[in-house]
């Protein structure tokens, strides 16, 4: 049997996009389903940057001070090694934010703080463990979703349908809305590495491709950016990645030297859009409008600047009736322009991050500039921790 829900907006996809936009369309006093597919918010790594400006939100719906509660770490500058050079890639300390520093908090309990507060809503309900896989239409118009969750189906009827489900929507297609392909250089490789008391790595190093280090407490995590296609999960894959960590990080080769083929895993990169991001009915926003890749860590940022941006745009709309097309173009208007620019910087910082180079090498260009003119940082730091175009609630209540 079917289960029947109506609501004003059904969103898919328990991300960093479609939870913001629940938050915000909840202070509006619009009704929110989310359907997520998982039991909780421990997935794949997408991230665990908190961008300054993300942060600037937080203080609008009064977060901020339970956010810094929760375990992070501050940055107030991203530093990298080049072959043990030490380098600064973004400086946040001038930026117009309330806090100037990016943190560092896994993306679960980031997820977790921001469902707790839509939980306080009773107009609320968050489906998990639920995949949605089709749309429910009346005639040409998308009117909701059907998912199908642990007590079986479940039908969502709404007025809009957002999907925030990310780069593998599953609906977006069934829409008939296929992204392209921007380009996708690089792939990254996930593995934990042991930790001894006291020992310490930078954050980023480079040189022959890249390893971002994330200090978990009692291990490291690493990220390791590769060119794309090159893992097949080998053992001469695996001897080609510790032969190139030796390299970039000699102080890591000892322990990455027990790792296992079956230890690592294969992240995948991509780079796309869409050319419409809605049809009638139906919005996309955040990865499914636009794969993002790490490069520069600020695909969450945008993907919550695309929900403050609809949520801003279409809640008075919901509240006393339904977003036409006309509507859903005003927020593709508003946000197309910053994800373009940033897939272009995205791309063009692919090139510099994979490419083998001696120790012996010039610096990439982009890495000499930064080096030589320190007051550049100052304008990549306004790229990574507030982005092309920030967006702000304006809640009035
Ligand atoms: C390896 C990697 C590392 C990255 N690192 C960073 C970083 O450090 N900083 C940064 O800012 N960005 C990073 N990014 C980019 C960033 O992860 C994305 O841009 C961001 O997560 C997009 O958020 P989203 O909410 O749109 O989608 P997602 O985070 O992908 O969320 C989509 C949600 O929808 C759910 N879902 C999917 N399909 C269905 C379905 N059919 N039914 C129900 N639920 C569904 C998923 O379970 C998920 O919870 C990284 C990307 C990759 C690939």
Known sequence: MTTELETDCAIVGGGPAGLMLALALLRQGIRVIVIEKHADFLRDFRG???HPSTQDLLAD???LDEFLTRPHDDMPRVTFSWYGNELTLADFTHL????KVMTFMPQWDFLDLIAEAAAQHPRF?????TRVGELIRDGDRVAGVVGTGP????????????DASGRDSDIRAAAGLIPTGVASAMDVLWFRIAKTSGERYPFIQAGSGLIITIDRGDFFQ???VIPAGAWHGSDADLAVMKDRIARISPGMADAVSALAASDVHLLRVRLERLRSWFVDGMLCIGDSAHAMSPAGGVGINIAIQDAVAAARILGPVLRDGIPTTADLRRVQRRRTWPTWITQFVQ???QGPLIAERAAEAPLPFPLRMLRDHPRLTHVTGRFVGIGARSERLQLDQ
């Open 48 to 50: 665990d940057t908190i």
């Open 61 to 63: 719906l009064g977060l």
């Open 96 to 99: 117009p934010t309330r806090r």
């Open 125 to 129: 309900t968050l489906l998990r463990s």
């Open 151 to 162: 007590d079986g189906e479940v039908a969502v009827r709404a007025r809009l349908v957002v």
């Open 222 to 224: 690493i990220a390791h």
């Open 347 to 349: 791309r063009r910082m």
